[in-house]
Every structure is written in structure tokens, then in C-alpha cells.
């Protein structure tokens, strides 16, 4: 755990070990706030976690807990974490839905050390268990090893240092980077997750074949779910765009699988990444590494890649 002093203009002044009173306080703090999360009744009916854990083992990741929970139960956990002054922007999402009515499906926690999963029941309705499946599978993938608790105080603050393949440029910045990468590698694991385990090659549409996203980006049919608002539509979820760019970028580079797996746990494999995909093209990485979570970064780190491996777009 290390302890953060921070300018006025919000960059990092030193840092520094925690004192010890202060670590005991944050520990005791977190676990308090874990206990809350984990005594929240998960419902796993109809889903198979035992598949996903497994699978997710098999891939080398750590397998963590996920606790499913309708969107009516969202404001009921954030109150009872509130009720000990634990509050997460990631929480604080939960069950909610956005602009263009997009439920926001769950997330990893890193604080919490759980993945929490909101069921969206109408898009089961039309692709089946799979589909929480498969979302489960992708939280559980940004789970990672590092765990550093860094903080800083008056008033207390904490900062993630690293998050998989996402530095924070400084903590207090939103802008953080690697993103992409970060959200390719789980997207990847779905279609993965579907092929071996879902017995759909192809997906929930069950032939091969295209669809073309918003961004006009073609699509293999296994990144795409069916819409249940729209019987000929398409549910494109906003990394799918990346977990195809991977499964290009590992067909380029097969050893690039395992070091994306290892970067989760090693500074060797983390460093590894950008020489990989600098020996496909030089500055690859800093591209796709400075873009932001949008379907238009997406889109955009979609055809560098493309163009990158000398494919057409
Ligand atoms: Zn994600």
C-alpha cells in the first residue's frame, strides 16, 4: 500500500510506503466493504459459473468471485455499502442505463476483488443464458494480480496505478491509458468463450457471415448478439470492436495470447506487449495505447490495426 502526496494541480508530489495505522484503517475499511459485497445474494439460476470459472482457469487468469444481481437490487447494495462510506464510481453504474437506454451490465471491481454482474433479462430472453455467460467471462477477465492499494489523503482518495493493461497518466486524471488492449483481451474470451464451451461457432446467430456495425466496421457474426428491441438488429456491445482487433492481432502473432494472459500477472509480459506489436508495425502500440472507451476509439484502433496488417478495411 503506498501513500500518494499530491500537488495542487493534482500530479504526484511522492510516494511513499503507508504508515502502518493508516494501512490497518484501509484494510480493515476494504474488507469491511468486501464482506458487504460478497453477503449479497448472487442469482446464479439458469447460469452455469462453474463453466465460466473453469474456463477462465484454463485461460491462466485468476478466478475471482462474480456476484449476479437484477437491476432493481443495484441501488440496495450501493446503500449498504454507503452505509460504511464505500463508494465506487464503477458501483455507482450499476443497473443504471445511458443516453441511448444501454443497460450498464456489471463491471470488475478491483477494490472489492469481484466481478458484479447486472442480468439483463430481455437480452437473455432472446440469446439465452450465454449471454450473462459470456458477460461474466469478460468481467472476470480484467481481473488481474496487481493489487497495490495507493492512495492519498485530505480528503481520502483512492487511485488505481494499474488496472491490466490501463496506467492512470496520473491518478487523479480520468484519462487513462491502454484501454483498448485492456477491453480487447475480455471481448476476445467471449467469441472464445462461445466457441469452446457454447458450441456456437458462429455465435448466437448460428451461421457465419457479417454484420456492419454503427461505425460501418464489418463484424464476424460471433461478436454479435441478437437485439431483443429489434428483431433484425444486432447487440454490438462496445469492446466487441477490440475483441476482434485482438483475434487479429494474435492470427498475426500467436505468442501475443499468452502474453496479453501473462501481462495480468508479470512486468516481463507487460513489457512484452508493445515489442510485439511494434514487430508488426513500429508505433502500433502507441496508437492504440492513447485511445479513450468509445465505439469511435474503437472504430478508429479497429482499422489501424487492419491497415497495420496490411488487410483492407
Ligand atoms: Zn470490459
Keep these: 500500500m503506498?501513500?500518494?502526496?499530491?500537488?495542487?494541480?493534482?500530479?504526484?508530489?511522492?510516494?511513499?510506503?503507508?504508515?502502518?495505522?493508516m494501512r490497518q484503517r484501509i484494510l480493515h475499511f476494504e474488507a469491511e466493504a468486501q464482506r458487504i459485497a460478497l453477503e449479497t445474494p448472487s442469482h446464479e439460476e439458469g447460469i452455469n459459473i462453474s463453466r465460466v470459472n473453469r474456463f477462465i482457469e484454463r485461460q491462466g487468469l485468476p478466478v475471482r468471485p462474480a456476484i449476479l444481481i437484477y437491476p432493481e437490487e443495484a441501488p440496495l447494495l450501493r446503500e449498504r455499502l454507503a452505509v460504511i462510506g464505500w463508494q465506487d464510481r464503477m458501483v455507482d453504474k450499476l443497473g443504471t442505463t445511458d443516453s441511448d437506454g444501454v443497460l450498464w451490465e456489471g463491471g470488475y471491481i478491483d477494490r472489492l476483488g469481484a466481478a458484479i454482474i447486472v442480468r439483463n433479462r430481455a437480452a437473455e430472453e432472446v440469446n439465452g443464458p450465454l449471454y450473462t455467460?459470456?458477460?461474466?467471462v469478460h468481467e472476470l477477465a480484467h481481473a488481474d494480480f496487481y493489487d497495490t492499494i495507493a492512495y492519498s489523503s485530505d480528503p481520502l482518495r483512492y487511485h488505481l496505478p494499474r488496472r491490466g493493461l490501463v496506467i492512470a497518466s496520473t491518478p487523479p486524471d480520468p484519462q487513462a491509458?491502454?484501454?483498448?488492449?485492456?477491453?480487447?483481451?475480455?471481448?476476445?474470451?467471449?467469441?472464445?468463450?462461445?466457441?469452446?464451451?457454447g458450441g456456437l461457432?458462429?455465435?448466437?446467430?448460428?451461421?457465419?457471415?457479417?454484420?456492419?456495425t454503427g461505425s460501418g466496421d464489418a463484424l464476424p457474426n460471433e461478436y454479435?448478439?441478437?437485439?431483443?428491441?429489434?428483431?433484425?438488429?444486432?447487440?454490438?456491445?462496445?469492446?466487441?470492436l477490440m475483441g476482434y482487433g485482438i483475434e487479429l492481432l494474435v492470427r498475426a502473432r500467436p505468442e501475443l495470447y499468452?502474453?496479453?494472459i501473462g501481462a495480468r500477472r508479470s512486468v516481463q509480459h507487460l513489457r512484452?506487449?508493445?515489442?510485439?506489436?511494434?514487430?508488426?508495425?513500429?508505433?502500433?502500440?502507441?496508437?492504440?495505447?492513447?485511445?479513450s472507451y468509445s465505439k469511435e476509439d474503437f472504430s478508429i484502433a479497429l482499422?489501424?490495426?487492419k491497415a497495420s496488417l496490411g488487410m483492407r478495411l
Design 303 to 305: 482499422r489501424n490495426i
Design 177 to 197: 491509458l491502454g484501454v483498448t488492449l485492456e477491453e480487447g483481451l475480455p471481448a476476445f474470451l467471449e467469441v472464445g468463450y462461445l466457441r469452446e464451451e
Design 133 to 136: 455467460e459470456c458477460t461474466v
Design 258 to 260: 499468452s502474453t496479453l
Design 224 to 240: 454479435v448478439w441478437k437485439d431483443p428491441n429489434h428483431p433484425d438488429g444486432a447487440l454490438v456491445s462496445t469492446p466487441a
Design 201 to 212: 461457432p458462429h455465435g448466437v446467430l448460428g451461421k457465419p457471415g457479417w454484420r456492419i
Design 272 to 291: 512484452q506487449v508493445p515489442r510485439l506489436l511494434h514487430s508488426i508495425r513500429p508505433g502500433l502500440y502507441d496508437d492504440l495505447r492513447k485511445l
Design 2 to 21: 503506498v501513500h500518494l502526496s499530491l500537488g495542487e494541480d493534482g500530479r504526484i508530489n511522492s510516494i511513499r510506503p503507508a504508515p502502518n495505522e
